[in-house]
């Protein structure tokens, strides 16, 4: 039996410790090892809530941090649902906190990463004293998930108190290259130096080529895990080559150690995967009442204060589709930010003219997601401008399932895509996605077969080939039935299992010979 310990900030097999599709994949994952009769350990930081709701104490752990001592707490914690050779943990330490992003991630807009660097200094230094005390069992393997975990890879290279690491095999994913975890080496509370003092610093192996008085965690990952990974074949492509935005984001100032490691053998990019079975299922025809229900829990809860009056507006635009729906439901569910939104920020217009387009055959655009400030704005914006633009500006799991069940086309014209999930859900329940054509997207959905997409060579070109595509879309859902129903079977039986994914993981990443 091969023995496993994922590290990362989110596990949807845990209530409320998910932002992104990390959490899927670290949910999802071990259950498949599961399945093959291996264990697996999964640890992520408490935030200082999520050990509260019935975890179990299982050690105090004592290490140095800043010159001083520190002890943190060992969690196992309850999940969602129970799977053999499956344990999940969390790190408490009270520097650990919730951040204002999902409860997880802080958003320090003046000096990026400053206070998840420190929590993230924290957890990995409690993980590493956890895995040299033998809290997991002898590992084999363990799988570190962005730039939030690879500080392990830091300790276990550098650290003389966790030498005993490297007999370990380590696998690192990369799930957003964008987001690199960059904090100074030095004169700042939140550096390197401040924290580990007594570690000597390898200035030329840890430094970010843009800012060279920094660390770059993203880039550490990279550089010093045994494999490294890509959630999927086009996105390994993508990054190995120089970013130019808007028109082309590829490797974001680390293309240089993807090469190298692509070069050595230790890089790979394999297609996350979706589940197809045991999953949350919505009651047809329920997608505006749930709207309304939603929207009379939001505007009574107090964090939600500020957006209550913008919450009862949507409640309002929504009525009227409880007893005169419209003809098309065009949606899209994701985090408000750059990556997902970029083209609808810097060209509105596009925006707009999509919104007149559904307007002349009774169709709706609905948005759901909370994230950056200036994107919510926007939305809420155009919201109150547009009458059939929908913006739901908060999170609810039955909507969110209402919406994948009754959409007829998702939109996903993010910038770049590492991988996807909404695609694979939306597909699922037999949407087709109209998708721009880059990273995951492209591995997964295919031109007029099982969906539709859109490029361009600049970025006017890429706007004008979104709208215009979006004009065609429309034209076949309107006269041309036979092809539109073609294409809603053909993306409803496409298959992203697991259990593919998995096995190339045993192939190609755990199988490090160590």
């Not at 001592?69 to 790190?91: C, D, G, R, S, V």
């Not at 100032?253 to 045991?278: H, M, S, T, V, W």
């Not at 204060?305 to 635009?317: D, R, S, V």
Request: charged share 25%; net charge neutral; aromatic share 12%.
């Amino acid at each position: 039996m091969n023995n496993f310990l994922f590290v990362a900030a989110e596990n949807d097999a845990i209530a409320n410790c998910k932002a992104g599709g990390m959490g899927d994949v670290v949910r999802d994952v071990p259950r498949q090892i599961s399945e093959r009769g291996d264990k697996v350990h999964v640890i992520v930081p408490a935030y200082s809530r999520l050990h509260r709701d019935g975890g179990t104490l299982k050690a105090r752990l004592n290490f140095q941090l800043r010159g001083i001592p520190y002890t943190a707490e060992l969690y196992e914690l309850i999940p969602k649902k129970e799977f053999k050779n499956i344990h999940h943990y969390a790190i408490h330490h009270p520097e650990i906190e919730a951040g204002d992003i999902a409860h997880i991630y802080h958003n320090d807009p003046t000096e990026p990463f400053y206070t998840d660097a420190i929590k993230y200094f924290i957890f990995c230094t409690a993980v590493a004293e956890a895995i040299k005390k033998g809290a997991f069992g002898k590992l084999d393997v363990v799988h570190l998930h962005d730039w939030h975990a690879s500080l392990l890879l830091f300790l276990k290279t550098y650290h003389r108190g966790y030498r005993s690491l490297r007999e370990i095999g380590f696998v690192y994913s990369i799930h957003n290259l964008a987001i690199q975890g960059i904090r100074p080496f030095e004169d700042n509370y939140s550096s390197l130096k401040n924290w580990f003092p007594d570690v000597p610093i390898d200035y030329e192996g840890l430094k970010d080529y843009r800012y060279q008085d920094c660390i770059n965690l993203m880039a550490v990952g990279i550089r010093l895990a045994d494999r490294v990974h890509t959630v999927s074949p086009s996105y390994k492509d993508d990054v190995l080559l120089p970013s130019s935005p808007p028109e082309f984001i590829g490797g974001e100032g680390l293309e240089k150690d993807l090469q190298q490691a692509d070069a050595e053998g230790r890089l790979f990019g394999i297609l996350n995967g979706c589940n197809y079975k045991n999953i949350r299922t919505a009651e047809k025809n329920r997608l505006y009442k749930n709207i309304i229900r939603a929207v009379f829990q939001w505007v009574q809860e107090e964090s939600k204060k500020y957006k209550a009056h913008f919450l009862a507006h949507t409640g309002e635009k929504v009525e009227e589709y409880l007893t005169e729906p419209p003809s098309f439901v065009c949606s899209s569910i994701a985090r408000l930010t750059e990556q997902k939104f970029y083209f609808f920020k810097r060209s509105p217009e596009a925006l707009i003219q999509i919104l007149k387009k559904l307007e002349e055959v009774n169709g709706i655009l609905m948005i759901l997601g909370t994230g950056a400030p200036e994107y919510e704005e926007l939305f809420r914006d155009v919201s109150r401008e547009h009458k059939n633009f929908i913006f739901i500006n908060a999170q609810s799991e039955d909507v969110i399932d209402s919406i994948y069940l009754e959409s007829d086309l998702y939109f996903m014209p993010s910038l770049f895509e590492p991988c996807g999930i909404s695609q694979m859900l939306a597909m699922r329940n037999g949407n087709p996605c109209l998708v721009h054509n880059t990273g995951g997207l492209k591995d997964t959905v295919h031109h007029m077969k099982t969906g539709f997409s859109f490029d361009g060579h600049t970025y006017d070109e890429k706007i004008k080939n979104m709208v215009v595509a979006f004009d065609e879309i429309l034209a076949l859902y309107l006269n041309d039935k036979p092809s539109w129903k073609k294409i809603q079977g053909n993306a409803k039986k496409v298959r992203f299992t697991w259990k593919k994914s998995v096995d190339a993981y045993y192939e190609l990443l755990y199988a490090t010979n160590r």
